[in-house]
């Protein structure tokens, strides 16, 4: 059965390593926990207890990921935010997974949210037959984690609206939850809290109230500091979900991963890696996760209709699909790409120059 | 024989400053050695008086130049200020035991421990940095020794440092020798010390954690420190800053966060070990708000919690200053450092400056400006904030003393004799008046490199008036041209330094007298008239300067005319020059007029000259009102008769046309000539004559050109506006290509 399902929450994929670190616990556990702060940190940024590895599940930047946990340990909220792509929902399900083992108390932000998302909501036929009960009342993902004393995730609070946004005001505030049709006060258990994530690019959205923004501790997200950490992102994550996803594909060797790193990344900063040649930027974000769901596309096409192994006419084919994303603007400043900085970079990029070059070509 | 009792401190280390008072309390010692030059011992009396208020510093010179310096900074919580004033609470006695700052300051690399230079250090300490990992050194530093609980794990804790620092760099980098020569002559020390009769558990000896190792067999010293190299220094106390004291950072000379380092301070006085922290965060709320950023107190309470949570996660017990940071960011700063970066900077670096006694200070030229800051009612300027000063050089008649009356002109001269000295302190902005006369801005900040060079300027004077006119007597004798002559006069004149004027005016008559160049001749000519025209406002004399200013002029009149035999290139700095001498010329009655008006006269009639120059001389000749009606046409009918080149001849016009257009836009009869002049050439002379026109005309306005057009209206008979529109039409792009293909024209005769 359980192979079946597509994407395993963090704490069943990562099931043996929380065990691990619960077992070798050597720290105070906070109340609500299941590890204490320090375990909770080797499980984000990786190491070995008692002979089991555990995976490095975010890499680079230690020090937001102290801050994010220190943060749940003082009982604040704690509000991610960054560019799209730079691992705020997959840091945020993971600190759960270690946290809480669970990861799944989550409220998805988007224009439609209402308030009854954030708080509860009634089963109307339970509702009109017997009146309002505590059975008639779905609780919403909030609502458990106040109960249970664990931490609810919400997503992209910056697409909610104010007034949902709002309603999380009075519960991060007062730490309690009221149902005045019951005459009900559900206070929060020790251990309660909110992870929310934020894209900076939407700001404009719905930008969030100052009185919000002041019950969360902020943590930036910014972008792998160099090539190296973002390779390792990028490997670490396509292993992990080539395995999940069955592609009969080989992994990407090392230099693909590296071209595609060093393209993203340049295209991103607006200059060559040696901070050389100024690089016409694009529209889109060409996050990490990009570059990770890219290599894994290039994988599956290979894998399906190709040789098993990522050639530069998968790759080519990828980037730019990847790349171009406002027709006009993105195709010139592609080019302008391919001409002055890769045709430049000798015998090595020669292929996927071509291969690029050929795409592109009226 | 017991061994005195060593203590291992790190300079400007709170926590060194707290133990090693708690240790000197238990030992009661007669003596306590202290590592710092042993030639320092005199000013431990200024050290310990009440007045003074540290960060301050130790600063060492050479005499003779190129100056050399070192410098020891102290600041509330170094360990060795402290061991002073607990010395000086006791009556116990206090001696410094490291190499003389005279044998310092001879060696030939300086000490990177102290000074400037921290290359050789950098590296043992970037190696540090990567095993300590989580914030480097620094962190390593606060998290283990700064909140150390106890003397007992302070004192072992050092210890056990710099035994392993020793350990990594025994032997190797590039002052081992210089240790190894520093050691020795502190061991020596100790064992004078010793043999003077004092039971060494009496004796307490603080140096660096580093050097406690090398010092711990004193009792083999017997070097003989008789054939060290020397050479003669001296020495002064200095107020120093917060500020400069971050720059400096490194193991000895400074700390990363001066301010943030005395709230830890404050903790251990207070007894209360949280103090650093919350206070880190009151004080950056407290300035964000000041600066208009609201921070609430409930993130003040956020941010401190954060901030220990943060340090649970080290495993340290309190908040070292990377988690204090960290947490204003996320807390009040929303995740940004950019907003609260100016907040931490107060916060952990602050502007705190030291102040002396007066009088403390031992170079007279330190006693001199902190005499004349408090005479000029400048004290308030002396910080280390940047401030802004407008100055009114005028009388102010609403008071009564005249000293007060001129306080601004005094203020002027003396930041002016500062500027000469090249110390930061003062530096002049633009003010909108143009020419400034009565009015000056100035910013005004003290910092301790603006003090270091009035330190060094000790060597040139006494008083800041006297090391300024020293300066100025340097630049004259090292002057090339008289331009920079006339700078240094200009600048005694600021100063209100008249002794050092004529002197400088001295050195000019003397180099005027070979001078030819007509150019530098007007230049300096006219520097000179504007010092006499408005030098009353600065009280300057202008009895000694007129006269050089006559002889200078006479010796370009008599060089004038033969500098206008040039090129057309050349002509153009003579025009200046011309201009020049001619304001001159009219701003001084005492100028020799008759004979400017004859040299003008005789460029303006000579036809070898440059034609462009004549026609100036005779444009000036005409605004003075020394050429008639009657000799300004035949000068047009002479030049422009038929038969004279057409270059020479526009090129004359060229010149005559630069001055006083409406004069000659008045005068009907010179367009006549021109007219007459113009229709005698033939096509190919007509060609050369248009392109020296056009650029006569070149300068005229639109309006003036309009008048032109009826003139000429008037004598070809046109409807003037008719000729107007002729001649102000945008040439289309047909003519615009027969005058470039002027511009190819062979001129060579």
């Not at chain 1, 192979?3 to 077992?23: G, H, T, V």
């Not at chain 2, 502190?186 to 039971?199: P, T």
């Not at chain 2, 500027?419 to 002049?428: D, E, G, M, P, Y």
């Not at chain 2, 006569?696 to 070809?716: M, P």
Request: proline share 3%; with cysteine; hydrophobic share 40%.
């Amino acid at each position: 059965m359980e192979e079946q399902i597509l994407r395993l929450p963090a704490e069943q994929l990562f099931q043996n390593e929380i065990d691990a670190l619960i077992k070798a616990e050597k720290h105070p556990v906070p109340a609500g926990w299941n590890m204490s702060p320090q375990s909770v940190k080797t499980y984000i940024c990786g190491g070995e207890v008692n002979g089991t590895k555990i995976t490095p599940k975010y890499i680079g930047h230690e020090r937001l990921v102290e801050i994010a946990i220190s943060t749940l340990v003082t009982d604040r909220a704690l509000l991610l935010t960054g560019e799209p792509g730079t691992a705020k929902s997959w840091l945020s399900e993971h600190l759960t997974a270690a946290i809480n083992g669970c990861s799944t108390k989550v409220v998805q932000g988007t224009a439609g949210t209402t308030e009854e998302q954030i708080k509860y909501s009634w089963n109307y036929a339970m509702l009109v037959s017997k009146g309002p009960s505590i059975e008639a009342m779905l609780k919403s993902p909030v609502f458990n984690a106040m109960e249970t004393g664990t931490i609810a995730r919400v997503e992209e609070i910056s697409r909610c609206a104010s007034e949902v946004q709002d309603a999380l005001i009075s519960l991060l505030s007062e730490k309690r939850i009221s149902v005045p049709e019951l005459a009900l006060e559900v206070p929060a258990q020790k251990g309660f809290s909110v992870i929310a994530t934020a894209n900076t690019r939407d700001k404009g959205v719905n930008e969030m109230s100052a009185a919000l923004k002041r019950r969360f501790n902020i943590v930036i997200l910014p972008a792998p500091a160099n090539l190296e950490s973002e390779m390792e992102i990028v490997n670490t994550r396509v292993s992990q979900l080539s395995m999940n996803l069955d592609l009969n594909a080989s992994l990407p060797e090392e230099d693909v991963v590296e071209k595609v790193c060093t393209i993203f990344r340049e295209l991103r900063n607006g200059e060559t890696l040696d901070h050389k040649q100024k690089v016409k930027g694009t529209s889109g974000v060409l996050s990490t996760a990009e570059a990770i769901s890219l290599l894994c596309n290039s994988m599956a096409l290979a894998g399906s209709f190709g040789s098993g192994t990522i050639t530069d006419t998968d790759l080519a084919s990828a980037l730019q699909g990847a790349v171009i994303k406002d027709e006009e603007k993105d195709n010139i400043a592609w080019k302008e790409y391919l001409e002055n900085i890769m045709k430049k970079r000798g015998s090595e990029w020669s292929g996927l120059y071509m291969a690029c070059k050929e795409l592109s070509g009226e | 024989m017991d061994n005195p009792n060593f203590f291992g401190i790190r300079h400007l280390s709170p926590a060194g400053a707290y133990y090693l008072r708690c240790f000197l309390d238990i030992k009661q010692p007669e003596l306590v050695l202290v590592e710092g030059p042993a030639d320092f011992n005199d000013i431990l009396k200024d050290i310990t008086r009440k007045e003074t208020k540290p960060p301050i510093a130790v600063l060492a010179y050479t005499k003779e130049v190129p100056v050399r310096t070192i410098l020891y900074p102290f600041a509330e919580y170094s360990p060795e200020y402290q061991a002073i004033l607990w010395c000086n609470e006791r009556n116990a006695r206090l001696r410094f035991i490291d190499l003389p700052s005279s044998t310092f300051l001879a060696l030939p690399e300086r000490c990177p421990l102290y000074a400037e230079g921290e290359e050789n250090r950098t590296n043992i300490y970037m190696e540090l940095d990567k095993i300590c990992g989580d914030g480097g050194h620094e962190t390593f530093w606060e998290r283990v020794m700064e909140q150390a609980g106890s003397l007992e794990a302070y004192h072992t804790g050092a210890k056990n440092f710099g035994a392993n620092l020793r350990s990594l760099t025994e032997g190797n980098g590039d002052n081992w020798a210089e240790t190894v020569l520093r050691e020795a002559y502190m061991r020596q020390q100790i064992k004078d010390a010793v043999n003077s009769g004092i039971n060494p558990a009496n004796i307490v000896v603080v140096t660096g954690s580093y050097h406690v190792e090398g010092l711990k067999n004193w009792q083999e010293s017997n070097e003989n420190f008789k054939g060290m190299p020397e050479t003669e220094t001296l020495h002064t106390l200095m107020p120093y800053s917060y500020y400069r004291l971050s720059t400096r950072s490194g193991y000895g000379a400074g700390n990363k966060a001066p301010a943030y380092y005395s709230l830890l301070w404050e903790g251990f006085k207070r007894n209360e070990p949280g103090y650093s922290s919350y206070s880190y965060f009151v004080k950056l709320a407290a300035y964000m708000r000041k600066t208009g950023n609201p921070v609430s107190a409930a993130s003040v309470i956020e941010a401190v919690r954060l901030a220990g949570a943060l340090a649970m996660l080290r495993n340290g017990s309190r908040p070292a200053l990377c988690d204090l940071r960290d947490a204003a960011i996320t807390c009040i700063g929303e995740g940004s450092f950019a907003a609260v970066s100016l907040g931490t900077a107060d916060t952990e670096i602050g502007t705190v400056i030291g102040t002396l006694p007066d009088g403390v200070s031992r170079t007279s030229i330190q006693d001199d400006f902190y005499r004349q800051l408090n005479e000029l009612k400048l004290e308030k300027y002396y910080s280390a904030v940047c401030q802004d000063i407008m100055l009114d050089l005028r009388e102010n008649r609403r008071v009564k003393s005249e000293k007060a009356a001129f306080i601004d002109l005094h203020r002027s001269f003396f930041l002016h004799q500062l500027r000469v000295l090249n110390t930061s302190f003062a530096t002049q902005q633009k003010t909108n008046q143009d020419n400034a006369t009565w009015q000056e801005h100035w910013m005004l900040q003290w910092s301790p490199e603006a003090e270091t060079v009035l330190v060094e300027s000790a060597l040139k004077g006494d008083t800041i008036a006297g090391a300024a006119s020293f300066e100025m007597k340097e630049r004259v004798e090292n002057a090339t041209s008289m331009g920079q002559i006339a700078l240094v006069i200009e600048d005694a004149c600021y100063c209100g330094m008249e002794k050092a004027a004529v002197y400088a005016t001295t050195a000019l008559q003397k180099m005027a007298v070979d001078t030819i160049s007509v150019e530098d001749l007007a230049e300096t000519a006219q520097r000179l008239s504007i010092i006499i025209q408005y030098g009353n406002i600065r009280k300057v004399n202008p009895m000694p300067l007129k006269p050089i200013l006559s002889q200078l002029f006479y010796r370009a009149c008599l060089v004038l005319e033969s500098a206008c035999i040039c090129d057309d290139a050349a002509s153009q700095i003579i025009t200046s020059a011309i201009e020049k001498l001619n304001s001159t010329e009219l701003a001084h009655d005492f100028l020799d007029t008759e004979e400017w008006i004859k040299v003008l006269q005789s460029i303006a009639r000579h036809d070898n000259l440059n034609t462009k120059l004549s026609g100036f001389a005779a444009a000036i000749l005409l605004e003075r009102g020394n050429m008639d009606t009657e000799s300004l046409h035949t000068e047009v009918s002479r030049r422009l008769s038929a038969g004279t080149p057409a270059d020479l001849g526009a090129g004359w016009f060229e010149g005559l046309a630069m001055k006083n257009k409406y004069a000659l836009i008045a005068r009907l009869s010179l367009w006549e000539s021109l007219n007459i002049y113009l229709t005698t050439l033939t096509d190919e002379e007509f060609k050369r004559a248009l392109l020296f026109l056009r650029r006569a005309f070149a300068g005229f306005s639109a309006a003036e050109k309009d008048q032109i057009a009826e003139n000429l209206g008037e004598i070809l008979g046109l409807d003037g506006s008719q000729t107007s529109e002729a001649v102000n039409t945008v040439l289309d792009e047909s003519s615009q290509e027969i005058i470039d293909s002027l511009g190819d024209f062979d001129f060579d005769f």
